[in-house]
């Protein structure tokens, strides 16, 4: 093994185990082992590269290295490739959906059938072995902890855990919106068993964190995707508004958390009900109005 390759599997660890890295030294390992002839570390610079990771967001670029990795026989390039189709399709791909309004204040929107069954299906199953117990904001300390109010598992997509078509779906999502793809949190997929809940909560980050707020900037808006559908119940509700949304498999549904002057809007205050029947399967895109760290 050459060292530039040894190199790149000491970051793929580091990334792997969410350990802090210097992430242009990271992209440097990635592209050098990647020259050096490791199809995993072109996959891996195709992914850096379709998110900023080191490197400025070169969408065709990242589908071109994809193509390279799959050439060059990284197994898991293949199936990717096959969903997206050729270099003509990553276009259509990205391209933003229709949408329409269902609330005003605050404004509630809907894109139906923003993706195919495909993608929901490929979605689901790679975000299934990610899924935790989800963690809610502790209010006194801004901390991640486990609360009875939240019963859900979830699943972030780190580097490593990233592919092709998720990265073509987060861009999207931006176009869709109108935002900056590099202000995205990482996406994450959530699973909600019969009975499993996400009780009453906002999604706005609270003014007590300031110091966050100033780091990382507010959390304007939420996007959600329905993966699934063949469930009883699970709507997203919107507790003061009275009003309870859900999509058919495919459909999406985002809001501002903010008014038109940036502040807080408590009207936003949702839960996501329950199941009574089967199982939900939902890709969550929380967007900042501030650039986040990549991966």
Wanted: net charge negative; aromatic share 10%.
């Amino acid at each position: 093994m050459s060292e530039a390759i040894a190199r790149f599997q000491q970051v793929r660890a580091a990334i792997e185990a969410d350990r802090a890295i210097d992430i242009a030294q990271a992209y440097a390992a990635i592209v050098a082992a990647a020259d050096a002839g490791d199809p995993q570390a072109r996959l891996f610079e195709a992914y850096a590269t379709g998110i900023g990771y080191g490197c400025d967001i070169d969408i065709p670029q990242a589908f071109e290295l994809l193509s390279i990795a799959d050439e060059a026989g990284a197994p898991q390039a293949t199936p990717q490739v096959d969903l997206i189709g050729t270099y003509k399709d990553v276009d259509a791909w990205i391209a933003s959906r229709p949408i329409r309004d269902v609330h005003t204040r605050p404004r509630i929107t809907m894109s139906d059938a923003f993706i195919d069954e495909a993608l929901c299906n490929w979605l689901i199953e790679r975000g299934r072995p990610l899924q935790e117990q989800s963690l809610v904001y502790d209010p006194s300390t801004g901390q991640p902890i486990q609360d009875a109010s939240r019963t859900n598992s979830a699943g972030s997509f780190k580097l490593s855990d990233l592919d092709m078509p998720t990265i073509l779906l987060r861009q999207r999502i931006a176009n869709t919106i109108g935002v900056d793809v590099r202000n995205f949190e990482r996406t994450s997929v959530f699973r909600y068993e019969a009975g499993q809940t996400f009780g009453e909560h906002a999604d706005y980050i609270s003014l007590d964190f300031s110091a966050e707020i100033r780091q990382r900037g507010q959390r304007p808006y939420t996007f959600l995707i329905y993966l699934n559908d063949d469930y009883e119940g699970g709507e997203t509700h919107f507790l003061t508004l009275g009003k309870k949304l859900r999509g058919k498999a495919g459909d999406a549904i985002f809001w501002r958390n903010v008014g038109d002057d940036g502040a807080p809007d408590e009207v936003t205050l949702h839960a996501g009900d329950p199941p009574t029947r089967g199982e939900k399967w939902l890709l969550s895109q929380f967007i900042r109005d501030k650039a986040q760290l990549p991966g």
